[in-house]
């Protein structure tokens, strides 16, 4: 299996354009999770999904945000509109779901609006 | 998910084992600890996980303490390509439907030199 697969790797945008992220989980991982990683503030969960359905967006900053999961072997990650503070980079993870599984992890899309 | 507590940072020799520590003093009877580390510019690995015996795979060695109040993580001959930031995590199972949700902290960042 090539792993998760993210794209773009890099993103460079203007404020208040829409930024669609992707993510393609690993075959037969059900639980797909959304990560946003900044100097500031660390690598923090924004939503996670089991079995395509969103199970916690407590983490997503805002209503400019939205994911869905609209198959088991596709993610996106909307940002609309986007903002300079929305910089940085966004992993997916995916795992199987269980107590005791581990989350492989994406390469990630680093943001930059400008 | 009990906090945990790591030095911000460490120095290792390459060639020699680096222990890195990790304190969790309110970890719950049905939480694990989980070790994850990300290299520079790449998403977070997973290296190795337990509950309260000692664990051993082909990258690490994970020593519990008996009150299972904190734990080492032993890499035991460090290389250049061990400098990572290193995040040790404590997570509750809540059931099948949790996956592998991951609170990420600061982390230890190990610099292993030549």
């Known amino acids: 299996d090539a792993g998760v697969i993210q794209s773009p790797r890099h993103e460079v945008t203007e404020m208040g354009q829409e930024v669609t992220l992707r993510c393609k989980p690993i075959s037969g991982h059900n639980s797909l999770f959304w990560y946003r990683q900044t100097m500031m503030r660390g690598l923090e969960l924004l939503i996670y999904?089991?079995?395509?359905?969103?199970?916690?967006d407590s983490g997503m900053p805002e209503d400019r945000f939205s994911a869905k999961m609209p198959n088991a072997s596709f993610s996106t990650l909307k940002i609309q509109p986007s903002e300079p503070r929305d910089s940085a980079v966004y992993f997916c993870?995916?795992?199987?779901?269980?107590?005791?599984?581990?989350?492989?992890f994406g390469q990630g899309t680093r943001l930059t609006v400008v | 998910d009990a906090k945990t507590t790591q030095p911000p940072s460490m120095d290792c020799a390459e060639g020699r084992a680096a222990n890195l520590p990790c304190n969790h003093s309110?970890?719950?009877?049905?939480?694990?600890v989980y070790w994850y580390r990300q290299i520079h510019s790449q998403g977070p690995q997973y290296i190795i996980h337990?509950?309260?015996n000692n664990e051993t795979n082909e990258m690490a060695s994970l020593i519990i303490t008996e009150d299972r109040k904190s734990s080492t993580l032993i890499l035991p001959h460090a290389t250049l390509r061990d400098t990572a930031v290193y995040y040790c995590i404590v997570r509750v199972g809540q059931g099948e439907t949790s996956g592998s949700r991951l609170t990420f902290g600061e982390g230890t960042q190990l610099t292993v030199n030549p």
């Open positions: 337990g509950l309260k």
């Open positions: 999904f089991n079995n395509n359905v969103p199970i916690d």
């Open positions: 309110t970890i719950s009877g049905n939480e694990y």
């Open positions: 993870a995916s795992s199987q779901q269980g107590l005791y599984t581990e989350a492989f």
